[in-house]
């Protein structure tokens, strides 16, 4: 008699309590609707009932076909096959862009070689670290350096574009 009343006791405890008729919200409180001109956005809402859960609808988005911008792959094609018709070293080219998705790809595979060492990234971040205080000091922290640094930049910039 003893373990029959504690099993339906057990048993009441375990049951939940639904609220028959009462609906609230379980993540943030009903806000009316705003105009955002010709376009809105869409936020759901779950609610909680003597049903279950419902999601609503607050705020509904559309997007307005005279501000996107598209881009006429036509056109686009054209201009490539005419840039790729006026070179005169395409191997020159082809080479080049092989070199450099060579190049990421061996980069890639040793920054996850180093990654996998355990103290070696801390150090990586600590030199550079201690190098970006060092740039900011020697360059950024007084007028005077700043101008330095603004002089070797276009002295750098003419180099490479070969008017120098």
Same mark, same amino acid.
């Given at each position: ?67 996107? #911008?598209?881009?006429?792959?036509? %056109?686009? @094609?054209?201009? /490539? &096959?005419? +840039?790729?018709? *006026?070179? $005169? ?55 005077? #350096?700043?101008?330095?640094?603004? %002089?070797? @930049?276009?002295? /750098? &910039?003419? +180099?490479?574009? *070969?008017? $120098?």
């Amino acid at each position: 008699m003893a373990i029959s009343v504690a099993a339906s006791s057990s048993m009441a405890v375990m049951v939940p309590r639904v609220p028959a008729v009462s609906t609230r919200c379980s993540a943030v409180p009903y806000l009316p609707p705003r105009s955002f001109g010709r376009s809105s956005f869409t936020v759901p809402l779950k609610l909680v009932s003597g049903n279950g859960l419902q999601k609503v609808e607050l705020l509904k988005t559309r997007a307005s076909s005279e501000e996107t #911008s598209s881009i006429d792959t036509n %056109e686009l @094609i054209t201009d /490539l &096959k005419e +840039k790729w018709d *006026g070179l $005169e070293n395409k191997s020159t080219v082809l080479i080049y862009g092989g070199g450099a998705i060579v190049a990421v790809w061996l980069s890639s595979i040793v920054v996850g070689a180093i990654n996998s060492v355990p103290l070696l990234p801390k150090v990586m971040e600590l030199v550079g670290l201690g190098y970006t205080g060092w740039f900011v000091y020697r360059y950024l922290l007084f007028k005077s #350096s700043r101008k330095e640094l603004a %002089e070797d @930049i276009e002295s /750098l &910039k003419k +180099k490479i574009a *070969g008017s $120098e």
